[in-house]
């Protein structure tokens, strides 16, 4: 009988070596560094497509609500970086994350997928993004929608992009800055002379 005792306990305590072994395995995909990183960030930020296919597949062992915001990052993250594939393959996910939105902020950076793409100027993302119903007048935490964002950061090409698909020209952010402001504060002439044509030159833009 004792014997048989010792087995069981033999057993269990096997048992949750084994279950330990594997929540500290699978734990570490959930887990975020200083800068709020998980292991999925920094597999964008390497621009790694098949190690953020792996790591997105495992078995997270987290809460609903973290794993979609760490998936929310990382598809902000590899838009901001310009990895339109990797923001697809992201993107296609968003069905199985209750949390996730196209258009939702990135709760380190406090930007959205296309706000960041704007920043950085990568406009095969922002073509991406605007087709696959991105929303041209969602602002960014700051108040900068995606056209403040490329008018601040001085991408005209792009400005032009979002006017064609619909962008507010007068949008102000929320300190009541319209784009020539913006685009004054930044030194940015060719933005500022587009802005300063009374609306013809935008036509000309948008119309031929």
Same mark, same amino acid.
């Given at each position: 009988?004792?014997?048989?005792?010792?087995?069981?306990?033999?057993?269990?305590?096997?048992?949750?070596?084994?279950?330990?072994?594997?929540?500290?395995?699978?734990?570490?995909? #959930?887990?975020?560094?200083?800068? $709020?990183? *998980? !292991?999925?960030?920094? =597999?964008?930020?390497? @621009?790694?497509?098949?190690? /953020?296919?792996?790591?997105?597949?495992?078995?997270?062992?987290?809460?609903?609500?973290?794993?979609?915001?760490?998936?929310?990052?990382?598809?902000?993250?590899?838009?901001?970086?310009?990895?339109?594939?990797?923001?697809?393959?992201?993107?296609?996910?968003?069905?199985?994350?209750?949390?996730?939105?196209?258009? #939702?902020?990135?709760?380190?950076? $406090?930007? *959205? !997928?296309?706000?960041? =793409?704007?920043?950085? @100027?990568?406009?095969?993302? /922002?073509?991406?993004?605007?087709?696959?119903?991105?929303?041209?007048?969602?602002?960014?935490?700051?108040?900068?929608?995606?056209?403040?964002?490329?008018?601040?950061?001085?991408?005209?090409?792009?400005?032009?992009?979002?006017?064609?698909?619909?962008?507010?020209?007068?949008?102000?952010?929320?300190?009541?800055?319209?784009?020539?402001?913006?685009?004054?504060?930044?030194?940015?002439?060719?933005?500022?002379?587009?802005?300063?044509?009374?609306?013809?030159?935008?036509?000309?833009?948008?119309?031929?």
């Amino acid at each position: 009988m004792s014997y048989n005792y010792r087995s069981l306990l033999l057993l269990l305590l096997l048992f949750l070596l084994l279950l330990l072994f594997y929540y500290m395995v699978y734990s570490q995909i #959930g887990h975020r560094d200083a800068h $709020g990183l *998980t !292991a999925i960030s920094h =597999a964008v930020n390497r @621009g790694s497509l098949e190690v /953020v296919k792996y790591l997105y597949n495992c078995d997270w062992l987290v809460e609903e609500a973290s794993k979609s915001q760490a998936i929310q990052s990382a598809f902000v993250l590899s838009s901001r970086e310009g990895f339109t594939e990797m923001s697809q393959f992201l993107l296609d996910r968003f069905d199985e994350l209750k949390y996730c939105h196209i258009d #939702g902020t990135d709760h380190l950076t $406090g930007e *959205t !997928a296309l706000t960041a =793409a704007c920043l950085q @100027g990568n406009k095969p993302t /922002v073509h991406m993004l605007i087709a696959r119903g991105a929303a041209t007048a969602q602002p960014n935490s700051d108040g900068y929608s995606p056209f403040l964002c490329a008018v601040k950061a001085g991408f005209w090409d792009i400005t032009v992009v979002l006017l064609r698909h619909g962008a507010d020209v007068q949008h102000t952010d929320s300190f009541g800055r319209t784009a020539l402001m913006v685009a004054s504060a930044e030194g940015h002439l060719e933005l500022i002379s587009m802005l300063l044509a009374n609306g013809w030159y935008i036509c000309i833009l948008l119309y031929c």
